[in-house]
């Protein structure tokens, strides 16, 4: 768990309830949001307070542990070793895309060599719309230069 020698190696102490904190983050199958990890940790640890987990994912985020995007309207929350990875979501049906960084090394470099500027892009949320919805959409054509 590179949180813990993260956490060790900058002096924070690693307290029973940031440890389970990191626990719910690690042993997620998807994204959470606060309110899924403050449910997750309670059930294991009642007493834990709302504001200490909020507190704990603002430390977890400065320090690089976990990453924190808007996803569909909601705060959500996953753990960097998960890598960086963007969501693609329809803003007709909600269908959500996961999508690989190399999609935007080209960005990244565009923005470097015309503007002098080195963007973190590690957890991008795109709106638009999916194949499908956009199929829908009388004479939409998803490929025609936007002007």
């Known amino acids: 768990m590179s949180c813990t020698n ?12 940031r440890r389970l904190i990191l ?8 994204h959470l949001t606060a309110e899924d990890i403050i449910s997750c940790v309670q059930a294991r640890m009642p007493e ?8 704990t994912l603002e430390l977890l985020e400065r320090t690089g542990c976990v990453y924190q995007s808007e996803l569909s309207g909601r705060i959500i ?3 960097a070793d998960e890598g960086h990875h963007h969501h693609l979501v329809c803003s007709e049906c909600a269908r959500v895309v996961e999508c690989e ?34 199929s829908r959409k009388e004479g939409y054509d998803p490929t025609q230069e936007r002007r």
Do not use: M, N
């Not at 626990?23 to 998807?30: K, Y």
């Not at 834990?48 to 507190?55: A, I, K, N, P, Q």
């Open 101 to 134: 960084e190399s999609l935007f090394e080209s960005v990244e470099r565009s923005l470097a060599e015309r503007h002098g500027f080195s963007a973190t892009l590690r957890h991008l949320v795109i709106s638009g719309l999916c194949a499908e919805c956009a």
């Open 48 to 55: 834990v307070h709302r504001s200490t987990v909020y507190r």
């Open 77 to 79: 929350y996953h753990h």
């Open 6 to 17: 993260t956490l060790k190696r900058k002096g924070i102490r690693l307290t029973p309830q």
């Open 23 to 30: 626990d719910a983050i690690h042993d997620a199958d998807a």
